[in-house]
């Protein structure tokens, strides 16, 4: 089992920005999500093994960064522009299949972290 620890979270007005991190190493696709209460796990965004390939949800596209940085074992989620409605836990997850393919569900994810809360006030 692989264990993930995302930290960086926590309380931001609109417009604001906060900057995730997940300590995680190997051979992983690495993906970020968010739950708010009473609703779904969704897919944020993913980054490919090597870092050269990106993914976002409409929601966040051009707001948010996914990021990584190998040599450190570590993962971020850059998110810039806050909005109330991006308050949520979020979760990094790591995905053994590294090939570059549309994979945003959580089945897809192998391991996962125990969540980051991240509070945006308007």
């Known amino acids: 089992q692989v264990q993930l620890v995302e930290s960086g979270g926590g309380l931001v007005q609109a417009g604001g920005s906060l900057r995730l991190s997940c300590a995680a190493s190997g051979r992983y696709t690495m993906g970020w999500f968010r739950q708010a209460p009473g609703k779904e796990r969704d897919f944020v965004a993913r980054v490919s093994w090597t870092g050269d390939s990106t993914y976002y949800s409409g929601s966040v596209e051009g707001r948010f960064i996914i990021s990584r940085d190998n040599a450190k074992n570590t993962v971020y989620l850059q998110m810039n522009s806050l909005k109330p409605e991006d308050t949520a836990v979020y979760y990094c997850?790591?995905?053994?299949?590294?090939?570059?393919?549309?994979?945003?569900?959580?089945?897809?994810?192998?391991?996962w972290g125990q969540g980051t809360q991240v509070t945006v006030s308007s």
């Open positions: 997850a790591a995905d053994r299949f590294t090939a570059w393919a549309p994979r945003n569900s959580t089945d897809d994810y192998d391991y």
